[in-house]
């Protein structure tokens, strides 16, 4: 989720404060989830997000999921919303070296915490660019085998957000 900025009177940003916790002692959960991504971390490409997306989105912040995830827990199994994380190939790394775990060992423990947590289904974000690619490929030949015919066959552009 990310952290809007806000100037104090010396021109500092200040990340806004998110909403406090129901009084317990914050577990490891609730402790990364204090963590920050700026507006101003983004390359403002403008390619990764529609309006559409960002409504979606914002309806999946921090304090739902953990509202969803403690009604699962107290509800009976045949109410449980269905919830899914995903993970993105550059997140297991850091984890790997910030906890001295090889990769393959960080991939298990964070897929094992998130499933503690209450997360049904964790994915591996990897498995949509590898579609992305064989998308691409099947477009790319198809449009190989009829460059003679259409003009506008090439070129062909394709990318993913930085």
């Given amino acids: 989720e990310c952290s809007k900025k806000k100037k104090n009177a010396d021109n500092a940003e200040l ?3 998110l909403p406090p916790g129901d009084g317990h002692e914050k577990s490891e ?3 990364l989830a204090d963590a920050r991504i700026f507006l101003s971390d983004c390359l403002a490409c403008g390619n990764c997000v529609t309006s559409e ?3 979606k989105i914002f309806a999946q912040n921090q304090k739902e999921l953990f509202k969803v995830l403690s009604l699962n827990k107290k509800c009976d199994a045949a109410f449980h919303r ?3 994380a995903s993970v993105s190939p550059q997140s297991v790394p850091y984890f790997a ?4 775990l090889s990769v393959c ?3 298990r423990k964070l897929c094992g915490f998130l499933k503690s947590l209450g997360v049904h289904h964790v994915f591996d974000s990897t498995i949509a660019a590898d579609f992305s690619i064989l998308e691409t490929q099947r477009d790319f030949i198809q449009r190989f085998r009829r ?3 259409d003009e506008h066959a090439f070129p062909m552009f394709a990318s993913t957000c930085p």
């Fill in 15 to 17: 990340s806004e404060p």
């Fill in 29 to 31: 959960f609730h402790r």
């Fill in 53 to 55: 997306e960002g409504a």
């Fill in 82 to 84: 269905l919830v899914v």
């Fill in 97 to 100: 070296v910030k906890f001295q």
């Fill in 105 to 107: 060992e960080a991939a």
């Fill in 147 to 149: 460059q003679t015919q």
